[in-house]
């Protein structure tokens, strides 16, 4: 499997780790200096996909998730939230739009509660790269 996928989290041992799991997969997954990263530095990494834990610096995260889904350029790339909120199914049913608040705001592709169980993260990933090609 190969793409650039962002893997922005917070937890700078989990995000090395999990970088290098899937560099060993034959993904690309380029270094951000700041956590999170800048909108242009987003842009600039050409994502595939971006792994996205949403309680990054209190609301930081959830600040980036509305600005990648208001990009132009970035509208399009699929976006797995990681959190702890809630279960996933409850949290992509009923629990995002009012998290988020913003009724008319995509939905996240895809949700991963914590603790991020590798498998079901890795599986995500392919089954969502292998729909945008």
Request: net charge negative; hydrophobic share 40%.
């Amino acid at each position: 499997m190969t793409g650039t996928l962002l893997f922005l989290e917070a937890d700078p041992e989990l995000r090395d780790y999990i970088s290098g799991v899937l560099r060993d997969d034959g993904y690309h997954i380029p270094v951000m200096e700041e956590i999170p990263p800048t909108l242009s530095q987003v842009r600039a990494a050409k994502p595939d996909l971006i792994c996205l834990d949403i309680n990054i610096a209190g609301r930081k995260g959830l600040d980036l998730y509305r600005s990648l889904r208001k990009d132009q350029e970035l509208v399009r790339v699929p976006v797995i939230v990681m959190s702890s909120l809630e279960e996933a199914d409850t949290f992509m049913e009923s629990g995002f739009q009012q998290f988020i608040g913003e009724e008319n705001l995509p939905k996240p592709e895809g949700y991963i509660e914590r603790p991020i169980l590798l498998g079901a993260l890795k599986v995500m990933i392919s089954r969502l790269l292998s729909t945008e090609g």
